[in-house]
């Protein structure tokens, strides 16, 4: 069954009804395709008006669902011949963080995503998205292989943030979360970076500096969770919906203060209603990003991505 977010309640009942209603009707009986259709009609237009005025919360909510397309999803939907690559070649591998090599439109590329599993199995093996030092060690490691053999890299971002954990801190987290974005800032190959999910504090920032970084329409992308957030600001978790709409970290937000580059729409309902045409969506627009970038030297990729970085904040639109 599908799982339902608290404010999609009057949709849900109104699918359900449709289940209902098709899973009593007996052969030969009296035709209820009238009342499907009619129920059916009525469900897409709430759903329509309940996603046309999602508040900040609500859309953390879309981010966090989890039937959503994750990082596997994309890498396994986009590219052809994919080859996993593991460890940091200094301690373990960390789950938390997928990539390695594949085909994308035919061309080779690096690839590189945080994956926070599927169901409890996986959720459990890729440690809900969280990676720790030996993930981020990885990152830096396909980003450098990615300079050293030209390729571009691709990455998919979803994730809460860094594990916080005794043994990621004793690790080294923080150093580990600054030389893989350190690798991106200075690495001679396209970048693009795509907030799939939840984009959280440096944990996501590590994957997404990019030269092109596009945003997924009801993901979200902030410095710290709103719950996090509101535990600090007001010690009440609870006031999570109110610091979700004053970090400001919708795409449409973030877009307009110029963090993201570009916005992919998703289907009406979010991406977990349909999966598949998301990821070709991504495709679609990862492709367009890239294709404007390959034409480019690395060292002007990489002075406009400094250029990039260095001017967030410096004008901020009003």
Known sequence: MRHFLDFEKPVAELERSIEELR??????GI???EEVQRLADKADKQLRATYAKLTPWQKTQVARHPERPHALDYIHGLLTEFTPLAGDRAFADDAAVVGGLGRFNGRSVVVLGTERGSDT???VAHNFGMARPE??????RLIELAGRFGLPLLTFVDT???FPGIDAEARGQAEAIARSIEACLVAPVPIVATIIGEGGSGGAIALATGDRVLMLEHAVYSVI????????LWRDAAQASVAAEALRITATDL???RLIDAIVPEPIGGAHRMPAETVASVGTAVGEAL?????????TLQARRREKFLAMGREVPT
């Open 31 to 33: 035709n209820i395709e």
């Open 23 to 28: 899973r009593t009707q007996e052969p030969g």
């Open 225 to 232: 969770s709103p719950e996090g957030c509101a535990s600090i």
């Open 135 to 140: 993930g981020y060690r990885k990152a830096r």
């Open 255 to 257: 877009h307009a203060l």
């Open 121 to 123: 199995d996986t959720r």
């Open 291 to 299: 294709a404007a970038l390959l034409p480019l030297d690395a060292a």
């Open 160 to 162: 809460a943030g860094a």
